[in-house]
């Protein structure tokens, strides 16, 4: 089983960085590709970025190529998403999310698992 938890969302200004966290307390999670979504208000949730499971290859939503950076350490049973030059529309509800595939997917459907989400607001 898998249970998600994030963290490390809080309130930035423009241009500045932030990581965000997500561990998982089951026994598997290094059985699953990671990734992080994401919802602004009044949007859908969108892709932002996942990776494989032995973290050697990560893919990215165009919006985030270059500013965002996915990781994992299977060791601690936690992903993590390093966030730089954020802008106003970075800000939303960030998910991380588990799928036991073995590719990479920019889908929600082929994850099996989600937290509960953390908020970033980005302000000028």
């Known amino acids: 089983q898998v249970h998600l938890a994030e963290s490390g969302g809080e309130s930035v200004r423009t241009g500045g960085s932030l990581s965000l966290s997500c561990v998982d307390s089951g026994r598997t999670f290094n059985r699953h590709v990671m990734a992080w979504f994401r919802q602004a208000p009044g949007k859908e949730r969108e892709f932002v970025a996942a990776?494989?499971?032995?973290?050697?290859?990560?893919y990215y939503a165009d919006s985030v190529k270059g500013r965002f950076t996915i990781s994992r350490d299977n060791a601690k049973s936690t992903a993590y998403l390093r966030m730089n030059s954020l802008g106003p529309e970075d800000t939303a509800v960030y998910f991380c999310a588990a799928s036991p595939r073995f590719t990479v997917e920019k889908f929600e459907k082929t994850y099996d698992y989600w937290g509960q989400g953390t908020q970033v607001t980005v302000s000028s």
């Open positions: 990776i494989t499971w032995s973290g050697d290859f990560a």
